[in-house]
């Protein structure tokens, strides 16, 4: 209250210096301030303020706009009322000038919208309201805070059309074409017709043109367990972040794969080892992007390799898509050890390499060559080693990194040691 | 500045302390700080102070003096409310006829204040012990209302 303080020792002193100096016009001059605070205090009463602040949801997708309300009801009068929201960065308020002054009439009770577009994708600590309400003659005031409740933002998926097919499927129903013959749309090849064929599968062309009957055969629709693995070992929070695309990626991927009801698994290596089993549905999927937006920079020198992860993590014949930078050599050995145990691996490479200035010293650009070197030795170890990697910026579509994986399984390349 | 230039003496003394007291206040308001208001304030009275006693102008100057001092405070204390909060168009209007309407009070209650202190009554020791009782009894009140309901 500096301006109840500020009128009452403004009085006194005009009072005691009209005393002083037996000038009535100085007491003239002093008595209003005295009056106002005098009065100002003589009307202050509980002034039942409350506030809330709600959320329009928990959830929603990078871009969305939420509706943030603020209900604002009183017991007696305002003459003041200042709003002020306190967003987290990542969340911006669209079109709309959130801090405002009002004014509250006995009992009144108000209802504000604020739009607020989620620029970024993550898991934000809620919303904060400061409310500060003064009187008529703003003498005393009044303060109270909310907090809406937290909000997690997904990344906006990318649209893949099409996907990377595992080589091996697993033994459950899905969208994916089996090696196996069995029951589904694909066909396979052909053969005798036997005892306890199904009569709808009998191929009349070939069973005409050979005079006895030929059946069809048909690949079976299986489902596939498909692991994504984030390194975040290369990550700096600085210039060419990597972190931003490797999840993005992440979250298309596992989505585009729960769409066709393989199980997703993500691995998550960093300062720590972190991962989720595969698992189906759209539960799994909230939990795998879940766990990506609380990724985060974890300073650790314990290097926890993936010798550490359970068996089911890393089921057998599973399709292990990993997103790194390769910029980290124990990241390099850890992918390379899984293709070492037989696992259908693929990299895609989101390294921020070509987004980073070189530096402008010669020590630096040559730092800057030697990391661009250790880099290229990397992907073409991997490479020799039979696994597909392709580069992968956020300026271009996830899909035509897909693309060049795929492009590259379709012709078997022999591993070199 | 007006006090400076009618006054009878001391003129350059009241400018010096009316100067100081409006680059105080220009200063409060530009680096924001509420505290140094009051002792801007405060010298800007002083000012008057010496003015009042060196001239001893009429009651509608006095008055006048009373309001304007009142609308001074509440304009500074305006300005130091946040620069980013804005205010619902109907509330602009308002406060800012509130404001003039407590300075034309303000005026109002020092011409009644400076009407009563014209009107010739006996004088002596025990009115003037009145008058000190009741600046007492009105800063008490004050202190009394602060404590208990701020």
Redesign the interface.
């Known amino acids: 209250?500096?301006?109840?303080?500020?009128?009452?020792?403004?009085?006194?002193?005009?009072?005691?210096?009209?005393?002083a100096?037996r000038?009535?016009?100085?007491?003239?001059?002093?008595?209003?301030?005295?009056?106002?605070?005098?009065v100002g205090?003589?009307a202050?009463e509980d002034p039942g303020l409350a506030v809330s602040l709600e959320l329009e949801r928990e959830r929603a997708i990078e871009g969305d706009v939420v509706e943030l309300t603020v209900r604002l009801s009183t017991a007696t009068a305002f003459?003041?009322v200042?709003?002020?929201l306190v967003l987290p960065r990542g969340l911006v308020l669209d079109g709309a000038?959130a801090?405002?002054?009002?004014?509250l009439r006995r009992g009144e009770e108000r209802l504000l919208s604020f739009p607020v577009r989620c620029a970024q994708w993550g898991a934000f600590r809620p919303p904060l309201l400061l409310v500060r309400a003064a009187d008529?003659?703003?003498l005393?005031r009044h303060e109270a805070r909310c907090e809406a409740m937290p909000l997690r933002v997904y990344p906006r998926p990318e649209v893949l059309r099409t996907l990377l097919v595992p080589v091996e499927t697993q033994v459950f129903a899905g969208n994916q074409v089996a090696r196996q013959k069995g029951e589904g749309s694909e066909f396979a090849d052909l053969r005798r017709f036997v005892p306890g064929d199904r009569i709808r599968r009998i191929n009349w062309r070939a069973s005409a043109r050979r005079n006895e009957l030929w059946v069809n055969e048909r690949h079976a629709e299986r489902n596939a367990d498909v692991v994504l693995l984030l390194d975040g070992l290369g990550e700096t929070d600085r210039q060419g972040s990597t972190l931003v695309p490797l999840v993005r990626a992440a979250a298309a991927l596992a989505e585009e794969y729960r769409r066709k009801k393989d199980r997703v698994g993500l691995v998550s290596l960093g300062g720590m080892l972190s991962w989720l089993q595969p698992g189906t549905g759209v539960r799994q999927l909230y939990r795998i992007v879940d766990s990506l937006l609380e990724s985060g920079i974890v300073s650790n020198y314990a290097w926890s390799g993936i010798d550490l992860l359970p068996v089911r993590v890393l089921p057998p014949q599973a399709l292990v898509i990993a997103l790194s930078p390769l910029l980290e050599e124990r990241a390099g050995r850890a992918l390379l050890d899984l293709r070492a145990r037989g696992f259908d691996l693929a990299v895609i490479d989101v390294s921020p390499l070509d987004r980073v200035p070189a530096g402008r010293t010669e020590t630096d650009q040559i730092a800057f060559r030697i990391w661009k070197l250790r880099q290229a030795s990397m992907r073409s170890r991997l490479e020799r080693a039979g696994v597909p990697v392709a580069s992968w910026a956020e300026a271009k579509p996830l899909a035509a990194a897909i693309e060049e994986v795929r492009s590259f399984r379709r012709y078997p390349v022999r591993a070199r040691a | 500045m007006y006090a400076a230039i009618a006054a009878d003496r001391l003129g350059l003394l009241l400018l010096g302390i009316g100067a100081a007291a409006w680059a105080g206040l220009a200063l409060s308001l530009a680096a924001r700080v509420a505290g140094g208001v009051p002792w801007a304030l405060a010298l800007l009275g002083g000012e008057d102070a010496g003015y009042l006693s060196l001239s001893r102008p009429g009651l509608a100057v006095g008055a006048l003096y009373a309001g304007g001092f009142v609308l001074t405070a509440e304009l500074a204390y305006r300005a130091l409310e946040p620069v980013g909060v804005r205010d619902d168009p109907a509330l602009v209007l308002r406060r800012l006829v509130a404001t003039f309407m407590t300075a034309l009070a303000a005026a109002a209650l020092g011409a009644l204040l400076l009407a009563f202190s014209n009107v010739d009554v006996a004088r002596g020791f025990g009115l003037e012990a009145l008058g000190v009782l009741a600046a007492v009894a009105t800063l008490a009140a004050v202190a009394w209302l602060a404590h208990t309901r701020g």
């Open positions: 209250m500096p301006k109840l303080g500020a009128y009452a020792g403004l009085a006194a002193l005009g009072l005691l210096a009209a005393l100096l000038r009535p016009e100085l007491a003239a001059a002093a008595a209003p301030f005295a009056v106002l605070a005098a205090l003589a202050a003459e003041r200042e709003l002020a000038d801090p405002r002054a009002l004014r008529r003659f703003g005393i």
